[in-house]
């Protein structure tokens, strides 16, 4: 095992690796800094371009890339409230309103501390424990992805804050929305009303754009002046007091682990895990009521844990060859086209190639972490921006990276009108977060139900009964049922 580390390392430290890393970390901080623009497109784009290079160069590139957009993803979230990353949602409810008091920088430093963070946790899961997590991940069959979904479902009400019905309808209103295009077992139309368009269903990306970027637009020209009242305060510190970092910790710790667990189950990925962990570290605080407010731990707690995610998804994409998220889907195209397939002998037959993974991944946590650190102070300058500068330039990035997504205008007034919808909830005090939650997981709760309801011939009780899907459904009750007796018990 000794020899193969050796190998791994010496393949990293070689100059055209690091250069190809270094690109690609720069590229990577590019493409998730900027709304729409996320690291599946980034992968994705870069994929053909790594086809004449070696594999270490090519993978080093696209890791680099990988690595770098969800860190990235939390500036604009923390800057702007526009999350450049579906990763980065949760990052936005505590950042941006550090933003607002003037904490930008500490916020920015927070942001790439605890993603550095998560990811070396991850990372230490992928090197020592990948059978037994992918061995768990083995497990997950559709009564249990639905089992997953519906646990992630009924953390709307713990999201909602103090407005818990408003939160149950904007959750109603995202299924519903999640519904729209092909029925996933027979493939009819569903609430299409005949616009071709529609058959793939409603972007989820677009949809964020607009809820998070166009809303926050038009509430702050509504207001007439920048509602973003750190534009002309001071930044404030850029790095954590010592108290800070050890308030901060737990809630980082406990992120990663959810976060590298969750990233680990095919088909879930970070933006999941971070909500999950900003919700449980919300339930374990002695200060609640700052969540969403500009809490630290929140904050820690979800950037640690969208993160880690990348460490889970690349632990199962490995031994087993099952993407954990879309961008790992990608990467086992770009290792098949340089030969290697990923699956459990990878393990046995090229272990110095999977340490130079890790290296690898390792190495841009750093060079992130150092570019987070570095450009911390001039990022957050970005807020004392004219407003007007400022809305367009939230605009026309949202817009493109709508329309980049899939070529469709479409998703461009997909984009404004959860702008518009977006303004008026806010208007109105109701959450978007449960209306995210609803977005992202209907999908997968309803088509994993209906497959575990065809396997078992209609037998609801040997779907629901398993013990893993028993476990999640019980925690969802759990999660519904404690805000409303913690409410009375006040």
Request: charged residues 10%.
């Amino acid at each position: 095992m000794g020899a193969e580390i050796a190998q791994g390392l010496a393949a990293v430290f070689q100059l055209e690796v690091l250069g190809f890393l270094g690109v690609g970390v720069v590229l990577g901080a590019m493409f998730g800094s900027l709304p729409g623009l996320t690291a599946t497109m980034g992968v994705a784009v870069l994929t053909p371009l790594t086809f004449w290079l070696a594999p270490e160069a090519g993978l080093a590139m696209l890791l680099g890339v990988y690595a770098a957009a969800i860190p990235a993803g939390g500036i604009p979230a923390i800057l702007i409230n526009v999350p450049g990353t579906p990763a980065s949602i949760a990052t936005s409810w505590d950042g941006h309103a550090l933003a607002r008091k003037g904490q930008a920088g500490l916020a920015l430093s927070v942001n790439a501390f605890m993603s550095a963070l998560g990811q070396w946790t991850s990372l230490l899961f992928l090197a020592v424990a990948a059978f037994p997590l992918a061995a768990f991940a083995l497990r997950f069959g559709p009564a249990e992805y639905f089992g997953l979904a519906l646990f992630g479902i009924s953390l709307m009400a713990g999201v909602s804050g103090r407005f818990v019905l408003k939160g149950l309808l904007a959750g109603t209103l995202g299924l519903a929305l999640s519904i729209v295009g092909l029925d996933p077992m027979t493939a009819y139309p569903r609430l299409t009303f005949g616009v071709a368009s529609f058959l793939d269903g409603i972007s989820f990306v677009p949809v964020m754009i607009g809820l998070f970027g166009f809303a926050e637009v038009l509430v702050q020209v509504f207001k007439g002046r920048r509602a973003n009242e750190a534009a002309e305060a001071p930044l404030g510190e850029a790095a954590p007091s010592g108290a800070q970092w050890k308030k901060m910790l737990p809630a980082a710790g406990a992120g990663a682990g959810v976060g590298t667990l969750v990233g680990a189950i095919p088909a879930a990925g970070g933006d999941i895990g971070s909500v999950i962990a900003w919700e449980q570290a919300r339930r374990l605080s002695k200060e609640k009521e700052e969540f969403g407010k500009g809490s630290l731990e929140g904050l820690a707690a979800a950037a640690s844990s969208s993160n880690a995610a990348i460490g889970g998804a690349m632990t199962t994409m490995l031994t087993l060859g099952i993407p954990g998220d879309a961008v790992s889907a990608i990467l086992i195209g770009a290792l098949m086209i340089h030969g290697i397939q990923p699956g459990p002998l990878l393990f046995e037959n090229r272990q110095a190639f999977v340490f130079t993974l890790v290296f690898l991944l390792a190495l841009a946590g750093l060079l992130t972490l150092l570019l987070g650190l570095f450009a911390a102070k001039p990022l957050a300058r970005i807020l004392r921006i004219p407003g007007p500068w400022l809305w367009a330039g939230i605009t026309l990035f949202g817009t493109v990276g709508a329309y980049a997504l899939n070529n469709s205008v479409v998703d461009v007034w997909a984009m404004l009108l959860a702008g518009v919808a977006g303004f008026w909830m806010r208007r109105a005090d109701v959450p978007l977060g449960p209306l995210v939650l609803g977005l992202i997981l209907g999908p997968m709760m309803e088509a994993n139900l209906r497959r575990a309801l065809i396997l078992s011939r209609g037998d609801w009780l040997s779907v629901l009964g398993q013990p893993i899907p028993a476990f999640f459904i019980g925690a969802a009750l759990l999660s519904l049922v404690w805000p409303l007796l913690r409410k009375r018990a006040a």
